[in-house]
């Protein structure tokens, strides 16, 4: 195995990794504080954050028995193309600087389990590379208010040959991350003692991510914000650009649809009136998301409000947040979703053991998934409904 790849990672200690959450408890150790609390963290008390996950607490199964299930499969189609399981991974910003090439191993990682990944507006790599790496890669744009930068955008991402382009939201202004800041973490970095210290202090990947990151490639950028390059990851004087977010409206969204011939997904929507509008609109699908609890605390979890959701269109409802076994996966299909995405576990993955740690995680997901159909009697997804849940 590579290290660029492994993180120095080898088969047998991946083998150690038997859930999602062990990845957490690995890259706590692994990562500098300030960048594991970014992770990590959410907005203000982190009370969606915590809901995510406690949400699917409140289902229970009620499963069938004496069914021949030899012949299941995870197999899902969506938008037209058949994945290997589903799930996918979420956009999460500022990969690269958690494991080396983040973006990448996670782009690779995704296409060699047979799953979708959203490459994140807020990466350090430029959108062209993970294209090249891995053509059926999503895009997740953060666009401002602003039509010229809008089109140039736009266009940045259909000439790279991104067939589908995802749209968030639920970011009109700047949350409150006390924790980031309580971690000391900001974008761009700024360089301290304290932050000295960090690096110091977790060798393995100051050696293994980020002094061969500026060796190889000099100090990341914020490259797809814009169609232009942002701000550097580490700056003491410098500000990035967020735009006119808050001026978003739906004429915006009626804007890229025209100019977008790819498929166009909405992310962040958590209110059925919003997921009418994004369908009127042409959205080809929706994400139900509170962005993680990362935006606005104390919005509900995304399985509570999924149901409703899922019952007012007729287009693709995907889901993200507080996903971390397989039997979330059946329990957001069973309440309306189309597929699921997963964030948080896959980066930690990456940060610790590179592209294996992605197929190590993509795989432990997949089997669970795939035992919890049989023990639930199923052979196929088509067969979940939500009248095999129990709403405690």
Known sequence: MSPSRTGGCTSRVLRDFLCLDD????????????LFGYIAGASERNSSLRMNEEAFQKYAFKPRVLRDVSARSTETTLFGKTYAA?????????????????????????????IPMIMSGSSLIPLEDVAAASPDA???????????????????????GYETLLLTVDTATLANRENNIRAGFSTPLRPSIRLAWQ???????????????????GIP??????????????????????GKRDHLNWTHLERIR????????????????????????GADGIIVSNHGGRQLDGTAAPLRVLPDIAGRVSIPVMIDGGVRRGTDVLKALALGASFVFVGRPFLYAAAVAGLPGVRRCAEILRSETDRDMALMGIASLSQLAEEGLIDG
């Open 221 to 242: 950028h914020f490259e797809n914000s814009y169609a232009t390059r942002g701000a550097p990851i580490i700056a003491s004087n410098v500000m990035r650009d967020f």
């Open 23 to 34: 990845f957490e408890n690995r890259a706590r150790r692994h990562l500098p504080r300030p």
């Open 199 to 217: 690096g110091i202090s977790h060798p393995r990947w100051t050696i293994g991510t980020f002094i061969r990151t500026i060796v190889r490639h």
């Open 258 to 281: 025209r100019r977008w011939k790819g498929k166009l997904v909405v992310k962040g929507i958590m209110h059925p009136d919003d997921a009418a509008l994004a369908a009127e609109t």
């Open 86 to 114: 589903p799930f996918g991974i979420a956009p999460m910003g500022i990969s690269a600087l958690m494991a080396y090439r983040g973006d990448l191993v996670l782009a690779e990682g995704a296409a060699q389990a047979g």
């Open 138 to 160: 999503w895009f997740q744009a953060y666009l401002p208010g602003e039509p010229d930068r809008i089109d140039a955008l736009v266009d940045r991402v259909a000439a790279a």
